[in-house]
């Protein structure tokens, strides 16, 4: 069984700093992409970041230049970093992978981590 458990939310002041961490555990053979996504009240969930196994990553405009995505493939983990938060990136942010199992691959999801950003 495959789990990812995310950490790291919690309550910050605009203009602060916050670093989320998402770590796979179970039965895994490998792990290609992995991602953090967000879904704010109201709205749908959307990416945020996604670093594709080998080095590049993909972000949302929205979050460019103030977010960092990193990955500690030893731990089988992924990071966000998140600096000059805003109010509007106040949301649930969750993690998800592509893993592969002895059962074949699908992708998994955490089951995420509030981050509130007051004004």
């Known amino acids: 069984q495959v789990q990812l458990v995310e950490s790291g939310g919690g309550l910050v002041q605009a203009g602060g700093s916050l670093r989320l961490t998402c770590t796979a555990s179970?039965?895994?053979?490998?792990?290609?992409?992995m991602g953090w996504y967000r879904q704010a009240p109201g709205k749908q969930r959307e990416l945020v970041a996604v670093?594709?196994?080998?080095?590049?990553?993909n972000y949302a405009d929205s979050v460019k230049g103030r977010f960092t995505i990193s990955r500690d493939n030893a731990k089988n983990s992924v990071n966000l970093q998140m600096n000059s938060l805003k109010p509007e990136d106040t949301a649930v942010y969750y993690c998800n992978a592509l893993i592969r199992t002895t059962s074949g691959q699908r992708l998994y999801w955490g089951q995420g981590t509030q981050v509130t950003v007051s004004s």
């Open positions: 179970g039965n895994i053979f490998s792990i290609g992409v």
């Open positions: 670093d594709i196994s080998g080095g590049s990553a």
